[in-house]
């Protein structure tokens, strides 16, 4: 065994912190195994045998969106073809279909659309809590919720009360691709940036409620750009008391460039 990952191992058994230069040496690494028997380590001091999973159903509620990410081929703009938003009622069917086959989470994400009042998305929460008040409501990334104080004109800790209030119980945690403002600003000049996404997800933490950890990875960044996300991630998890139940890294389907873009969907 090599001294980096001898190192990294008797972190994981004493649940120290590896650092950023492992961490790259781990990405610059293609001894798969190694790396593999490491990764399963981490994880079973951590879970055990525990797996966790949960059935839940997608809502995506509009596609139209003020952003034009490069990569993201969900979004369209008004009157372009294939342009959609659900109303409250088409919300609820599918709140309705989705509890009937044992569902106990909805997830919702939809682009930034550029008239719906901000009492929408309350609305569309009581509809889902109406239907069962023991289905968890996943819903909105950071970059939603930074919008909906732009639109509604208040604080970010203002409107995740007014959506907390109305049923809202987690947060999917999209959004975040890769905080990097260099490629951040090729992949989605017009999304919010890294730091913005960290603080408004600090304040959804800090109301209490949890949310997920994304990156997407594989478009035009490096690893040090994904050591510096996850680290950032992760003084994230600390300042916030764990907060975060889950790190899911999105891989750019292989093959695409993101400046070609919007060839698969990706919301928010
Ligand atoms: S990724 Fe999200 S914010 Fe970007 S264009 Fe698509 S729907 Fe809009």
Redesign the pocket.
């Known amino acids: 065994m090599t001294k980096l990952f001898q190192t990294v191992k008797e972190k994981i058994e004493t649940g120290t912190r590896i650092t950023d230069t492992e961490a790259l040496a781990l990405f610059e690494s293609n001894d798969l195994l190694a790396i593999g028997e490491l990764a399963a380590l981490a994880n079973r001091n951590k879970n055990g045998d525990r797996v966790f999973f949960n059935v839940n159903r997608h809502i995506n509620y509009t596609?139209l969106?003020v952003?034009?990410?490069t990569?993201?081929a969900?979004?369209k703009e008004a009157g372009e073809s294939g342009e959609y938003t659900l109303a409250l009622q088409d919300v609820r069917e599918k709140a309705e279909q989705a509890a009937a086959v044992g569902a106990t989470e909805i997830h919702i994400v939809?682009?930034?659309h550029p008239e719906l009042p901000f009492e929408f998305y309350r609305q569309m929460l009581r509809s889902i809590k109406a239907v069962s008040p023991d289905l968890h409501i996943k819903a909105f990334t950071a970059?939603e919720i930074d919008y909906f104080a732009e639109l509604a004109g208040k604080t970010v800790p203002q409107v995740i009360a007014a959506l907390k209030e109305a049923g809202l119980g987690s947060l999917p945690g999209g959004?975040a691709e890769i905080f990097a403002r260099q490629v951040r600003n090729k992949i989605?000049p017009e999304?919010i940036s890294g730091e913005r996404w960290l603080e408004v997800t600090e304040q959804v933490h800090r109301a209490g409620l949890k949310s997920n950890a994304t990156m997407l990875f594989g478009h035009l960044e490096g690893f040090a750009d994904r050591v510096d996300h996850m680290r950032r991630l992760r003084e994230l998890q600390d300042r916030t008391y764990r907060q975060f139940p889950e790190f899911y890294p999105a891989r750019f389907p292989a093959g695409q460039h993101p400046r070609a873009g919007r060839q698969r969907g990706?919301?928010?």
């Open positions: 596609n969106c952003n034009r990410c990569f993201c969900f979004s939809g682009g930034l970059v959004g989605c999304k990706r919301r928010s």
